[in-house]
């Protein structure tokens, strides 16, 4: 698939009136009037807005990243934001956003980690949900759901916990082989 690039040259063409069909990567904030559709990879050195919606592609976002009809990703996008998010709804995502998300609708069935505060105007339903600092919500789950199928963390800084896991599986690691060479050396 190509690339566009979009530098210095052609900063004044910051918008792109329907959807976007291959792959971009812009040095400025940029606006897509359309969608994102499945596949495709945008890297945005400022603000990127979207009109539409977002399917399963892979976002690398410099600044706040603003997507008017929300996520749509089927469990296969991976979207990084270094500022903020603001969206309608998410679902089947997998985000990571730097400072605070707002999201107006609800979140489904995604992996959402945030390094400030969460938003969300309707329900976090299914899939995992991990902020640094507060979560506000109307509702955490759905009505005949397992405990376990929605996972909430406010105070968490998501960073440290997957250090801290891999640490803890390394250890783990270790104390195995050291049973297994007392094991050897004491036969």
Sequence with gaps: MSTTVIG?????????????????????????KGNIPDGLKVVCRGTL??????????????????????FFAA???NVIVKGNLKTESISGAQIEVEKNITVKGN???????CRNNVSVGGAIEG?????ASAVITRRIGK????????KVEAGTNFRLKVMYDEMDQEISEISGKADKIRTAVQT
């Design 8 to 32: 210095q040259e052609e900063a004044k063409k910051e918008c792109i009136e329907g959807d976007l069909n291959k792959n971009l990567d812009c040095d400025s904030s940029f606006t897509i």
């Design 49 to 70: 807005t979207v009109g539409g919606t977002v399917g399963s592609s892979e976002i690398i976002c410099h600044g706040d990243l603003i997507v008017d009809k929300g």
């Design 75 to 77: 469990g296969k996008s």
């Design 107 to 113: 979140i489904i069935n995604s992996i959402v980690k």
């Design 127 to 131: 899939g995992e949900l991990a902020s």
């Design 143 to 150: 009505d005949g759901q397992t405990p376990d199928f929605t």
